[in-house]
């Protein structure tokens, strides 16, 4: 049985993980910096750095520890080299060549929003194994597939035809949906990250109080998002036009709980329809969704109503594979079999 160490450290999260070629996971650990960058309201490069500095050697020992194999068992070491911050980035490919120069295994170099997407095929493996009553539409692999990827850096649209064959088919052309969702959360005074915050508050909101913006919607031609001007109208209706200390703003919890909900809803009908034009136009029958947002209950609600009033196959990698982890590094075992390998002196390709 093949066994590959993963490392993620492309953003805020020190992970890694022990997966084997039937995907199954020996070990796997995160270690999120969320109380080190809240005060700041989103991700602070140099504290990121640092933090993955002082845990990515404790984190893959007690990986190993837990998956209970040695460095020598392994059979490759894989990381995630982009897209990410640069200092991040560059502690996980570090610690990465220096094992495999160690053991003398192959490096083994992936794209983590490459890895959001292969979450699905991973928790598809793991329904398959366990041998859970699968509907007959389950009974298919997730490729070829349409990939959504909602992160807080990136909202893109793939045209995946195999795990190691990516076409890009549109992009957000300004703010990634989740850092939209961690913005209007600032504005409202909830805490980073914005996105689980604005769900809990969305909750007791009325998703009808405000209209806002759904862009593109109306161009089903047109494969990229646009979440700038929804973080605008949501701003406007809150302070008006003009310079503002919205740490001044006082609005009431029902207040916050509507601004919410609309605005939620606004970014999810946004992220639904987009995507459900990319299968229109690539003709594809299944989708997979990976990314922070796409933990999102509402947005999740949505997309399955869609799906099957189209038809679609749905993924959506299950909530703990969403956010950033070293599980979905296991897209490295498709670049194993294809001898996708790296010399050791490869660099980072930050976002
Ligand atoms: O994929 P991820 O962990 O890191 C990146 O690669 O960016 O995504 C983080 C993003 C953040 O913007 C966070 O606010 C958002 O995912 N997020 C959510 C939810 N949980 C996390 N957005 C909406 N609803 C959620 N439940
Ligand atoms: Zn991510």
Known sequence: MLKILTIETTCDETAAAVVTDTLEVLGAMVASQDEFHQRFGGVVPEIASRAH?????????????????????????????????????????????????????????????????????????EKYAKNQTLSNNEHCDIFPCVGLIVSGGHTNLYRCQSPIDFELLGSTIDDAAGEAFDKVASMLGLPYPGGPAIQRAAANGDPKAYRFPRAFLDAPERLDFSFSGLKTAVRYKIAGQGQVDFSQIQLSEKEIADFAASFQEAAVDSLVGKTIHALQKTRMTTLCIGGGVAANIRFREKMEIAAKKQKIRLHIAPLHLCTDNAVMGAIAIERYHAKLFEPLDIDVHPT
Request: a positive charge.
């Open 53 to 125: 500095l002082e845990r990515i050697l404790p984190i893959i020992d007690a990986t190993l520890n837990k998956a209970n194999i040695s460095l020598q068992e392994l059979d490759a070491v894989s990381v995630a080299n982009r897209p990410g911050l640069a200092g991040a980035l560059l502690v996980g490919l570090a610690a990465a060549k220096s094992l495999c120069l160690a053991i003398g295994k192959p490096l083994i170099a992936i794209n983590h929003l490459q890895g959001h997407i292969y979450a699905c095929r991973v928790a598809w493996a």
